[in-house]
């Protein structure tokens, strides 16, 4: 178990804005809030969500991925996992 915000402010520690809960519904709350390091707020992103799902676009339309991950700064690997879903799962 872990401490929740109920608002999603971590600097709120008033006992009336916590409470107990598992990491799975702490990390649906920072999701709900919007303070969720997901997709391009990751420091590490290198696509945006225009990119993926355009690259889903394009997969499904059943273009070679090698040939989708030469327009953007990934590999053939991690375009396959977005086209499957793997990846940036939570994307529509």
């Excluded at 969500?49 to 990934?74: F, N, S, W």
Aim: hydrophobic share 35%; with cysteine.
């Amino acid at each position: 178990m872990v401490a929740c915000h109920d608002d999603g402010n971590p600097r709120n520690n008033d006992l009336a804005n916590l409470r107990w809960d598992t990491p799975k519904n702490n990390e649906r709350d920072k999701v709900a809030h919007g303070r969720s390091n997901r997709g391009v707020r990751g420091s590490s992103a290198k696509l945006t969500e225009t990119d993926v799902r355009e690259i889903r676009r394009r997969a499904d339309a059943g273009e070679p991925l090698a040939t989708i991950a030469a327009d953007y700064p990934v590999s053939a690997r991690a375009v396959g996992q977005i086209a499957k879903r793997t990846t940036w799962r939570w994307l529509a």
